[in-house]
């Protein structure tokens, strides 16, 4: 398995669908089904009847995975970038294309 190019905190730009353009940090990673979730982004509302755990009900809201292929790592400046790994100092790191800035 290689290493992961997008991890959790990280501040990403989302490059397609509703929220294309929008950046937020990165919640969750979801290896296995490829996908991410990011916070304030795909944001989804669940209507709940009220029960024991929450007597008042209403709506729930919170945000849904997005295909890791649909965001890219933000550069300093707020521009989507690629990552790369490179050797520094005898340790394996993630570099942002664009820049060359260590992540």
């Known amino acids: ?36 979730l990011v916070e304030g982004i795909n944001v989804h509302a669940r209507h709940r009847k009220p029960d024991q755990a ?3 009900g209403g709506i729930e809201r919170k945000p849904a995975p997005l295909h890791i292929s649909n965001v890219a790592v933000a550069d300093k400046d707020g521009k989507p970038t690629r990552v790369r790994f490179e050797d520094r100092d005898g340790k ?12």
Not at 94 to 103: H, M, N, P, Q, W
């Open 1 to 36: 398995m290689s290493a992961a190019k997008i991890k959790k905190g990280d501040k990403v730009v989302i490059l397609a669908g509703k929220d294309k353009g929008r950046t937020g940090a990165v919640l969750q990673v979801l290896p296995k089904e490829d996908k991410v």
């Open 54 to 56: 929450n007597p008042q």
């Open 92 to 103: 394996k790191v993630r570099v942002a294309v664009k820049s060359g800035e260590v992540l």
